[in-house]
């Protein structure tokens, strides 16, 4: 079983910044690929960025030159630094994570979603 708990979402003005960080534990041999996706209300759930194990990025163009995201291995952390948010990045923020099981193979797991909300 693997747990993936996120955090730092919340409440900023436009223009400002949040970091939000996943730690995945559990019964993980290694991990992948790690990213974040958002949905807004009414809307599919888009990439935002994703982060192999050798860490090569992969951004949405709605987010480059904005957000970066960066890794741990070590603590098996994702993190999301946001920055120059805008109203339009209000969404429910989910982490993604390609595990790899005990038994050796590739799992992908979802974090519970954590809310950011940009304010005018």
């Known amino acids: 079983q693997v747990q993936l708990v996120e955090s730092g979402g919340g409440l900023v003005q436009a223009g400002g910044s949040l970091r939000l960080s996943c730690a995945a534990s559990g019964s993980i041999l290694g991990i992948s690929s790690m990213g974040w996706y958002r949905q807004a209300p009414g809307k599919q759930r888009e990439l935002v960025a994703t982060i192999t194990s050798g860490g090569n990025t992969n951004y949405g163009d709605s987010v480059k030159g904005r957000f970066t995201i960066s890794r741990d291995n070590a603590k098996k952390t994702v993190y999301l630094q946001m920055n120059s948010l805008k109203p339009e990045d209000t969404a429910v923020y989910y982490c993604?994570?390609?595990?790899?099981?005990?038994?050796?193979?590739?799992?992908?797991?979802w974090g519970q979603g954590t809310q950011v909300t940009v304010s005018s």
């Open positions: 993604n994570v390609e595990v790899v099981s005990l038994a050796l193979r590739k799992i992908d797991y």
